[in-house]
């Protein structure tokens, strides 16, 4: 079973539209941490927002928020007021554990999000 | 926040030679480092992860022979993809955390190399 699921291959959002990216996780591990990177075209990778399992609010980031929905395993990136610039690919990531050791990040499919004028 | 460095960003190699790709810590020391693969319109995919001073743990199906990996510093460690072969062309990426004080919970990244085998 994929460990991340991001089930938007591709987004089309108008300037200024609020715009929700799906992530799924699976895991059984009590203690883990949900990511969301940004990926333009240069390639490399820009962290936007980290969940831990144990945060009892959802985290936000300035115009990112993450809706942590423990229950259903989901951890949706909404990005508010979109601008051209958040035209790129964005990757849902998980690291299973505590983060005190080499616990790798497991990154989803990705979804690609072109902002229009 | 910490920055990560790789160099080179871009290389063009023969088939059949080798390429070292470090990876940098630039303003922290990194007990751990990751490296990541990247195909063309797809995700990222751990190859290795590397501790100072020990030997790296591969994923499985990466073969340790062909991609060698060594971290002989806090501060650097480097990927060499050896005889390349035109299938070895991609995007290689690195990650980095620190040894103390800096946020266990983020993964700092390289910018990436663009390889290409001919």
């Known amino acids: 079973a994929q460990k991340i699921t991001q089930t938007q291959p591709g987004m089309f959002v108008q300037e200024k539209e609020a715009v929700t990216l799906d992530c799924t996780y699976d895991?059984?591990?009590?203690?883990?941490?949900l990511f969301w990177y940004k990926q333009p075209s240069s390639g490399e990778m820009i962290f936007l927002i980290y969940?831990?399992?144990?945060?009892?609010q959802n985290a936000t980031e300035g115009r990112y928020s993450l809706n942590f929905q423990k229950a259903r395993k989901s951890a949706n990136l909404v990005i508010s007021a979109s601008q051209l610039g958040d035209s790129a690919m964005y990757f849902c990531a998980m690291r299973e554990g505590r983060g005190f050791g080499n616990e790798k990040l497991t990154f989803g499919t990705g979804t690609r999000l072109t902002i229009i004028p | 926040g910490a920055v990560v460095s790789q160099h080179p960003s871009r290389v063009i190699c023969k088939s059949g030679t080798s390429v070292k790709i470090e990876c940098r810590s630039l303003?922290?020391?990194?007990?751990?480092m990751f490296w990541y693969r990247q195909f063309p319109k797809q995700s990222l995919m751990l190859m290795a992860t590397?501790?100072?001073?020990?030997?790296?743990?591969?994923e499985q199906g990466v073969e340790k022979d062909k991609f060698l990996i060594n971290h002989a510093s806090l501060t650097l460690s480097t990927l060499t993809v050896t005889s390349a072969h035109p299938e070895d062309s991609s995007f290689y990426i690195c990650?980095?955390?620190?040894?103390?004080?800096?946020?266990?919970?983020?993964?700092?990244f390289g910018p990436g190399t663009r390889l290409t085998v001919l």
């Open positions: 303003d922290f020391q990194a007990t751990t």
């Open positions: 969940q831990g399992s144990y945060d009892q």
């Open positions: 895991t059984s591990d009590p203690s883990y941490g």
């Open positions: 590397s501790n100072e001073g020990s030997k790296a743990t591969y």
């Open positions: 990650s980095a955390r620190g040894a103390s004080g800096v946020n266990y919970n983020e993964q700092f």
